[in-house]
């Protein structure tokens, strides 16, 4: 079965694209391929871009798993940000794939055991738990896909506290 884990923003959305044969044992967990979606600059622009690039990486995907952050943001940064989400889950659920959700600091708690761990703790364990994958130098990339990879983790760790399915509703 194969996986796609998305930390989703306007400008840059951050994957995991997984292959699992089994769900039991984190030795199972392969990332096939990891990366970023950078796209320009305006409102318009960035959500046909993002469509595109999201509805690319869904080929052959059994269900997806997203972070639906929470917190203090700016309300510009609140009007990209879930404006980025809505178009996500427009074109995942135009393919009919299943959606989990996960709060970043349930993801963190889950994965780290820090509900308050920073996005270096992020990166550096990301790191760790995979030496031999290449990530992007850059931080404001790698910092995406870091979050897209704990959330997949914090998925196959568990619990029902803060993670949700999306439902289709018709």
Not at 107 to 121: E, N, P, T
């Given at each position: 079965?194969?996986?796609?884990?998305?930390?989703?923003?306007?400008?840059?959305?951050?994957?995991?694209?997984?292959?699992?044969?089994?769900?039991?044992?984190?030795?199972?967990?392969?990332?096939?391929?990891?990366?970023?979606?950078?796209?320009?600059?305006?409102?318009?622009?960035?959500a046909?871009?993002?469509?595109?690039?999201?509805?690319?990486?869904?080929?052959?995907?059994?269900?997806?798993?997203?972070?639906?952050?929470?917190?203090?943001?700016s309300?510009?940064?609140?009007?990209?940000?879930?404006?980025?989400?809505?178009?996500?889950?427009?074109?995942?659920?135009?393919?009919?794939?299943?959606?989990?959700?996960v709060?970043?600091r349930?993801?963190?708690?889950?994965?780290?055991?820090?509900?308050?761990?920073?996005?270096?703790?992020?990166?550096?364990?990301v790191?760790?738990?995979y030496?031999h994958?290449?990530?992007?130098?850059?931080?404001?990339?790698?910092?995406?896909?870091?979050?897209?990879?704990?959330?997949?983790?914090?998925?196959?760790?568990?619990?029902?506290?803060?993670e949700?399915?999306?439902q289709?509703?018709?």
């Amino acid at each position: 079965m194969r996986y796609l884990s998305l930390d989703v923003a306007l400008r840059h959305t951050g994957w995991a694209l997984w292959e699992e044969e089994c769900l039991a044992d984190f030795g199972c967990i392969g990332i096939v391929e990891c990366g970023c979606c950078d796209v320009s600059t305006g409102y318009a622009l960035n959500a046909s871009e993002l469509t595109v690039s999201v509805r690319d990486l869904l080929m052959d995907v059994s269900g997806v798993n997203m972070e639906f952050p929470t917190g203090s943001l700016s309300s510009k940064a609140c009007t990209t940000m879930y404006l980025a989400i809505g178009v996500v889950i427009g074109v995942i659920d135009s393919r009919n794939i299943p959606i989990t959700g996960v709060y970043p600091r349930e993801a963190k708690k889950r994965v780290l055991h820090d509900s308050m761990a920073d996005k270096d703790d992020v990166m550096n364990w990301v790191r760790a738990k995979y030496p031999h994958t290449a990530f992007p130098k850059f931080k404001k990339d790698f910092e995406h896909i870091a979050d897209a990879i704990l959330i997949r983790h914090a998925v196959l760790i568990g619990g029902k506290k803060s993670e949700f399915k999306l439902q289709r509703c018709i």
